[in-house]
């Protein structure tokens, strides 16, 4: 019984650390359509704003759940009014430019950190479950991800930025004829998925190593996940993180880490195979 509990949290903490790592691609590729191939570099951003907050004294509750987020939205939006918004319509164009931005952006933090790995201390102690112990960390992240889709969904279904979002993602002629701006719905939705892929990434620093590259180890497991989910940001991508934790976290249990991450991509490979449109677009079709 033991044993069953901690590896249920296990499953739990691996479902949960996958939807925070693609939530915020799935808000800028299934609402906007842009390949953000600098997602991992966010991320890394995210951990690197937690790092250098934490250093300078701030409280390490503020440094990952308000300045990483701000610091990276505040990236987004510079990005997106730089050169994203010139690239809309233009998928080739605009994965070179965000592959070209990974480039820049761990060159860029490589310069001023160097290649040393970075931490932070977590900031939750351990509990007992009978012969095993585990992290109240990894219960919090179980919460963050739960409240952070809550959220979303709140933000997108009863606001009316929400509805200015959808509606002009979906027909942004429409919503220029009813005097709403799409080149500000835009920027505000970009700077909104690099604000949760910020917090993701602070969120991840107490329990990853910092470092400029990162990003490279979370990036193909996000995109899989966004891509298993379909076009439901919230639905799809929760199913599609509750599929990959689950088989990830089993056989990382059964076998290795290393074998347990062959059966999430093979896993993911057999389910877009079956489903190429998706698991939202064949079971939650039209939802968020």
């Known amino acids: 019984m033991d044993l069953a ?25 299934g609402m906007m359509k842009i390949i953000n191939l600098a997602h991992g570099e966010f991320l890394m951003l995210g951990a690197y704003a937690t790092v250098v907050a934490v250093e300078a004294g701030i409280n390490i509750w ?7 987020p701000v610091f ?9 009014r730089t050169f994203i918004r010139l690239l809309y319509g233009r998928l080739v164009d605009s994965m070179l430019a965000t592959w070209g931005l990974s480039l820049f952006l761990v060159g860029l933090i490589t310069t001023i950190f160097g290649n040393t790995i970075k931490s932070v201390p977590s900031p939750l102690g351990g509990f007992t479950i009978g012969a ?38 979906q027909n942004p002629d429409m919503a220029a004829a009813m005097g709403v701006s799409p080149p500000r719905v835009y920027m505000a939705t970009f700077g909104l998925g690099a604000a949760i892929t910020g917090l993701a990434g ?51 249990y ?35």
């Open 72 to 80: 990276v939205g505040l990236v987004g939006l510079v990005v997106e």
């Open 62 to 68: 503020i440094a990952m759940l308000v300045i990483s």
């Open 5 to 29: 509990a901690v590896l249920t949290l296990d499953v739990l903490n691996g479902v949960a650390s996958l939807i925070l790592l693609c939530t915020g691609l799935a808000v800028i590729f």
């Open 254 to 288: 059964l076998t290795t880490p290393v074998i347990g991450e062959v059966f999430l991509f093979v896993a993911a490979i057999i389910l877009i195979r079956l489903l190429p449109q998706g698991i939202s677009g064949r079971f939650f079709r039209g939802s968020l």
């Open 132 to 169: 095993y112990r585990s992290s109240l960390y990894t219960v919090f992240l179980v919460v963050v991800a739960i409240a952070l889709l809550g959220g979303l969904w709140v933000l997108m279904r009863r606001t009316r930025f929400g509805l200015i979002a959808r509606a002009t993602m």
């Open 202 to 252: 602070g969120l991840l620093a107490p329990v990853a190593g910092v470092l400029p590259t990162m990003g490279a180890a979370y990036i193909a497991k996000a995109f899989i996940t966004v891509v298993a989910g379909g076009t439901s940001i919230i639905a799809g991508g929760a199913t599609a993180s509750g599929l990959f934790g689950f088989i990830n976290q089993t056989a990382s």
